[in-house]
């Protein structure tokens, strides 16, 4: 597979502190959910300008996968601030940027009927022993939860 690498322009979108800032971060994330950056590390340079250049924009790192009708509005909840409520849920990222080894999203925990399930089938987790915080605290307490979302000027907290 060949795929486009980011041009200098691409990287000139977002603020070189926060493109610094952001590459610790899903570095650090990585590590503390068990899971893995992209094979192809041009598919997480783009989505580390993606969610640098929200951090400029809107003081927190925002999804660049998703479409949103209010950006500002969508920046105030935590449920998209990465690592999103999926993420910290089932271990699933759909943007790509944390995976498994082979680049593919982490489906197992997903519930039936989700379109992740829908589209890779099951994927399963290479290290159910990190990750998942929400999720596991949803499990142990029998009740659903809301991640706790970072101050607007931080990236979110590398908890797993
Ligand atoms: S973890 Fe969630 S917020 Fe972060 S890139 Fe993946 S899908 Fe987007």
């Known amino acids: 597979m060949t795929l486009d690498q980011p041009s200098d322009a691409d990287r000139a979108l977002a603020s070189e502190a926060n493109m610094t800032k952001m ?12 899971s893995f950056l992209h094979p192809h590390q041009e598919i997480t340079e783009f989505l580390v300008i993606g969610l640098a250049k929200h ?26 601030i990465c690592a999103c409520d ?7 990222c759909h943007c790509l940027l944390f995976v498994n080894e082979d680049g593919l ?10 379109e992740g399930r829908e589209i890779y089938g099951v994927i399963t987790d290479p290290d159910p022993s990190k990750g998942r915080a929400l999720g596991k605290l949803e ?4 009740e659903a939860l809301k991640k706790s979302g970072p101050k607007p000027d931080e990236a979110a907290p590398p908890s797993a």
């Open 23 to 34: 590459w610790k971060y899903v570095r650090g994330f990585a590590e503390k959910s068990g």
């Open 139 to 142: 499990e142990k307490r029998g």
């Open 105 to 114: 999203p982490i489906t197992e925990y997903l519930p039936e009927g989700h």
């Open 86 to 92: 999926e993420m910290q849920r089932y271990k699933y």
């Open 55 to 80: 951090i400029d924009e809107l003081g927190r790192p925002l999804c660049p996968c998703n479409f949103y009708v209010d950006k500002e509005a969508e920046a105030k909840s935590s449920e998209w």
